[in-house]
């Protein structure tokens, strides 16, 4: 059983009509799948409004017909332009024995040492990983913890991920997720501190110039 779940009934409105549906409170959706015929139903707003909320395109959901349930992913949701009401809904319905891709989310939590301490930047790079695996293990979102990133120049990429069995990863191995670079100001203070260096070292060379004399003057002394 999903977490989530919608009530909902056949619909024989279409068309243009179906703005009665919504000045009703109903919203027009439509299911449809590999192993099932589509299907045009109408369910009330608010549970559809809560359902997509919290499951997003990546939770479960069951669609309630009667006694009849199919389990199914939001696939694509129409919404008014200004208003970002929903106008319609589709959803995919799923074998829970057949594996599915999906595009799952990326969210970064806690904090580089370095960039806490502002001595470094943090650069992002994809903000979703695309997976393979049965609906069931599907997740939400996928959290990749920054303070393993210690020091300047270490980095997280695909291949860093271990998203737990069952679960394959499509993206390349090398996509760049998170990754931590020095300051412009740091560097700046290093390309200074070199110069100044630099600069110290030629003062104390020069400082006591070997003097070369010609050995005829020698003779003369």
């Given at each position: 059983m999903?977490?989530?779940s919608?009530?909902?009934?056949?619909?024989?409105?279409?068309?243009?009509?179906?703005k009665n549906?919504?000045?009703?409170?109903?919203v027009?959706?439509?299911?449809y799948?590999?192993?099932v015929?589509?299907m045009?139903?109408q369910?009330p707003y608010?549970?559809?409004?809560?359902?997509?909320?919290?499951a997003?395109?990546t939770?479960?959901?069951?669609?309630?017909?009667?006694k009849?349930?199919?389990?199914?992913?939001?696939r694509?949701?129409q919404?008014?332009s200004i208003?970002?009401?929903?106008?319609?809904?589709d959803?995919?319905v799923?074998?829970?024995?057949t594996?599915i891709?999906?595009?799952?989310?990326?969210?970064l939590?806690?904090?580089?040492p370095?960039?806490?301490?502002?001595?470094?930047?943090?650069?992002t790079?994809?903000?979703?990983i695309?997976?393979?695996?049965?609906?069931?293990?599907l997740?939400?979102q996928?959290?990749?913890d920054l303070?393993l990133?210690?020091?300047i120049?270490?980095?997280?990429?695909?291949?860093?991920?271990d998203l737990?069995?069952?679960?394959?990863?499509?993206?390349?191995?090398?996509?760049?997720?998170?990754?931590?670079?020095?300051?412009?100001?740091?560097?700046?203070?290093?390309?200074?501190?070199?110069?100044?260096?630099?600069?110290?070292g030629?003062?104390?060379?020069?400082s006591?110039p070997?003097v070369?004399?010609?050995?005829?003057?020698?003779?003369?002394?």
């Open positions: 999903a977490e989530f919608i009530e909902a009934q056949e619909r024989t409105i279409v068309g243009k009509k179906v549906l919504r000045k009703a409170g109903l027009p959706i439509a299911i799948g590999p192993k015929d589509p045009k139903l369910v608010r549970p559809l409004e809560v359902a997509l909320m919290k997003g395109g939770n479960l959901i069951d669609i309630l017909i009667g009849e349930k199919h389990v199914v992913l939001a694509d949701v919404r008014d208003k970002r009401t929903i106008l319609h809904a959803f995919f799923v074998d829970m024995k594996k891709r999906a595009e799952i989310p990326v969210v939590i806690n904090e580089s370095p960039v806490e301490a502002r001595e470094g930047i943090l650069l790079g994809t903000n979703t695309t997976v393979e695996t049965l609906p069931d293990k997740q939400n996928f959290e990749i303070s990133l210690l020091e120049g270490d980095t997280i990429t695909i291949a860093d991920l737990g069995e069952g679960i394959v990863i499509i993206n390349e191995p090398d996509e760049f997720i998170a990754g931590v670079r020095q300051t412009s100001a740091a560097r700046s203070e290093e390309l200074e501190g070199a110069l100044l260096e630099g600069e110290e030629e003062v104390e060379s020069g006591e070997e070369i004399t010609k050995g005829k003057e020698e003779e003369e002394e």
